[in-house]
């Protein structure tokens, strides 16, 4: 079963803009990551959140994690042709040792 | 390379036959994750080890599904009778620690059942 839901589910932008996914979850939780998929390709980490913190950066990368609400966003800032992939978050329950995947929001950069 | 390893990549079977997919993890990550990716989905957890035992095997669909790693290293994902509903991207992901941390996956098998 799929802990995340990612929103929008397809993104579509010009280059130079920024893009924003966010992500809603459902039990309690350790941290949440954010992963990317280019097309027929594995998932590449991008940044994790534990649950004790608020927002993370990282390069063009902004993350938040709402714990109160069960919602976390990732923000890419000044998007590129070569940010368009799919985007994952990807959460690991209290208790649980496994990591679950939304379904991914799909991004488009247009040039 | 250093990067997790998926042997084959693309594997075309039919339907009833047995199948095996390999996962060479990164060199002493601990543990070890199977996931399954349909088109346009999410990866769905299958198993977790964590040396060699399987922590959490919760997300095998079913009895035709079966996974080890004897040696706390390599590990083979066994799949018994193939049906067409199994046809999916198989990924494999490794983690230094046995908290979840970081996972690193490999570019996944691609199995197509005909």
């Known amino acids: 079963s799929q802990q995340g839901e990612e929103d929008p589910q397809a993104l579509s932008i010009q280059e130079g803009e920024n893009a924003t996914m966010n992500c809603s979850y459902k039990?309690?939780?350790?941290?949440l990551q954010w992963y990317r998929q280019n097309s027929g390709r594995g998932l590449v980490h991008l940044i994790l959140i534990r649950s004790n913190e608020r927002e993370k950066h990282s390069g063009r990368l902004r993350v938040t994690l709402d714990t109160s609400k069960k919602s976390s966003s990732l923000l890419i800032t000044a998007s590129r042709a070569a940010d368009t992939a799919s985007y994952f978050c990807a959460t690991d329950s209290q208790g649980a040792q496994k990591l679950v995947f939304g379904q991914g929001t799909r991004l488009t950069i247009n040039p | 390379g250093a990067g997790v390893s998926q042997t084959p990549s693309n594997k075309v079977t039919e339907k009833g036959k047995y199948v095996e997919l390999r996962c060479d993890p990164i060199s002493g990550h601990t543990a070890l994750y199977w996931y399954r990716q349909s088109l346009g989905q999410g990866p769905e957890f299958l198993i977790y080890f964590q040396g060699t035992g399987a922590a959490d095997d919760s997300g095998l669909p079913n009895d035709r599904f079966f996974a080890v790693r004897p040696e706390g290293s390599v590990s083979t994902l066994k799949i018994q009778r193939t049906e067409r509903g199994d046809s999916a991207v198989y990924l494999c992901?490794?983690?230094?620690?046995?908290?979840?941390?970081?996972?690193?996956f490999g570019e996944g098998s691609r199995l197509t059942v005909l």
């Open positions: 992901a490794s983690s230094a620690t046995s908290r979840t941390g970081e996972l690193f």
């Open positions: 039990t309690s939780i350790n941290n």
